[in-house]
């Protein structure tokens, strides 16, 4: 009985999930076997490896495939043990909100809720920040040219990008198994 490389599930969004590894387990021909392993699965479209980092990116058909029904596929084919993480994809502690965090939650959800209203739904929260750290990034790139600023263009692109994707995606939550038992694994 081979043992099975144990891997632990880092971020996940729909159709793309990051699995970190021990180094170790990308040496050699070892990657280039588990890579072809892995994109033979049914809905598996890409596998990106970083052997230096131990770390894995999969992507898969999210129209076919769930986190958790990918991992089962690789614990099922026995490429690796896969632990996803014990709370959420991101490594925050779930703890309940202070006063202070709820009272600006509500009033950015009134917020956004008028400006939903006053636009017939059209604009929100969600699409003006990045929309307006879009156009700052503009206003940036044409006033000065080629000129690295306090906040240059790119920095404000970046932001306006990341705020967007952020705040405009689904998150998968998978549940952790403590023990990857023989019974689940094939």
Excluded: C
Excluded at 74 to 102: C, E, F, K, M, N
Excluded at 150 to 177: C, G, I, M
Aim: glycine share 6%; proline share 5%.
């Amino acid at each position: 009985m081979v043992d099975l490389e144990r891997g632990r599930v880092a971020h996940a969004v729909p159709g793309r999930v990051r699995i970190k590894l021990d180094p170790r387990a990308l040496a050699d021909e070892r990657a280039a076997s588990l890579q072809r392993a892995l994109l033979a699965l049914p809905d598996v479209e890409e596998i990106r490896m970083t052997p230096r980092t131990g770390s894995i990116v999969v992507v898969y058909d999210q129209d076919a495939l769930d986190t958790r029904g990918l991992i089962t596929r690789v614990r099922q084919a026995r490429l690796l043990a896969i632990d996803p993480p014990l709370d959420d994809l991101y490594g925050v502690q779930q703890v309940p909100l202070s006063d202070t965090a709820r009272g600006i939650r509500r009033t950015f959800s009134e917020v956004n809720g008028r400006l939903s209203e006053i636009t017939n739904r059209r604009w929100d929260l969600r699409s003006v920040v990045p929309f307006a750290l879009g156009a700052l990034a503009l206003r940036q790139l044409v006033a000065n040219p080629g000129i690295i600023g306090t906040a240059p263009w790119y920095v404000l692109a970046w932001y306006a990008f990341d705020s967007f994707w952020k705040l405009n995606q689904d998150h998968v939550v998978v549940e952790r198994s403590d023990d990857v038992s023989e019974e689940e694994v094939e």
